[in-house]
């Protein structure tokens, strides 16, 4: 039976998403591991209280080295989040000897089936990224998406790693300069510069709404013996980037673009009941809890405003 490791970042804002990951990753992985590192105290001190299974935290502080704290007051959270990729892996890969392979993911992706298809597309590969296929609407944000991408334990992919953290420590902002975009587009440059870099363009692996409107007609959901099919490919993981939460019961369903109705049907709808149940996990906990609520953000300032409840 397959063992996957994953790692994750994780910060107040994004810990309902965080549980929400870890609940998919417990329903479709069954055997796996997940490192998450603590971008503060607050979600390193709720996370411990919750006691997660097969979770490692990793203190922030545990990571951090004299250059990342060097350009640390230069970059929003977000941006020294992105800036984080790179060095957790390293972390992960030199201080656990038996991990072979290792999946960073993003903390507001969510699975839907195992994620074995990913395995058997990465095969004998050193590293593993995923197609973004931009709708034309979308600004280019870059050839390939860093919300999942995977690294085995070899000196390439070690290679790889660390060209990537001397390029996120010099330059890794929320904003477009020539040909760079956050941590994003250096991965542009991988195929040319890395071996054993293997690309999926499978739709069902780390499609996002960046992908609504990119085919040549609705993409076609299909539903079989309880899973979703995304153009013939089953759905294994789906990144809800831009995805914000009002409340409880009101959500913006992604903050740059609106996403079809047979996506909110298949693939929002579950995520949102997943979020749902990570708010009653964590009120448990603490019943003054607004950590991950956009609370200034009205309504009326959603792209794709929603609202659903269970009752």
């Not at 804002?13 to 590192?37: P, Q, R, T, V």
């Not at 000196?155 to 929320?174: I, V």
């Not at 991988?190 to 293997?198: A, K, N, Q, Y």
């Amino acid at each position: 039976m397959e063992f996957y490791h994953f790692c994750t970042i994780i910060g107040k804002e994004y810990l309902l998403k965080g549980l929400a990951l870890h609940d998919s990753l417990e329903k479709h992985a069954k055997n796996f591991h997940l490192w998450i590192c603590c971008l503060d105290d607050i979600s390193l001190q709720f996370l411990k209280r919750m006691n997660l299974k097969n979770v490692t935290l990793i203190p922030l502080e545990s990571i951090e080295d004299e250059q990342l704290l060097s350009v640390k007051k230069s970059r929003t959270p977000h941006e020294y989040s992105f800036t984080l990729k790179s060095p957790l892996v390293l972390y992960i890969l030199n201080n656990y000897n038996f991990v072979n392979s290792i999946m960073y993911i993003d903390g507001d992706l969510y699975f839907y089936s195992d994620p074995k298809p990913i395995l058997n597309q990465w095969g004998d590969g050193s590293i593993f990224i995923c197609e973004q296929r931009l709708a034309k609407n979308i600004e280019d944000s870059g050839t390939y998406q860093a919300g999942l991408i995977g690294f085995k334990r070899d000196s390439n992919a070690f290679q790889c790693l660390e060209w990537w953290r001397t390029k996120c420590l010099e330059w890794c902002f929320h904003w477009h300069e020539e040909d760079l975009w956050t941590d994003q587009k250096y991965l542009n440059k991988w195929p040319e510069l890395f071996s054993g870099v293997i690309i999926s363009n499978d739709s069902g692996i780390n499609i996002g709404p960046w992908n609504e409107g990119n085919y040549e007609s609705t993409p076609d959901f299909n539903v079989s013996n309880g899973e979703v099919y995304i153009n013939n490919h089953k759905l294994v993981v789906y990144h809800f980037s831009g995805f914000v939460i009002l409340n409880e019961l009101e959500f913006d369903l992604c903050n740059y673009c609106r996403v079809n109705e047979d996506t909110i049907n298949h693939v929002y709808i579950p995520y949102i009941r997943a979020i749902q149940k990570a708010i009653e996990r964590v009120k448990s906990i603490d019943d003054t809890f607004t950590y991950g609520f956009a609370l200034r953000m009205s309504r009326e300032k959603a792209i794709h405003y929603y609202k659903y409840s269970n009752n």
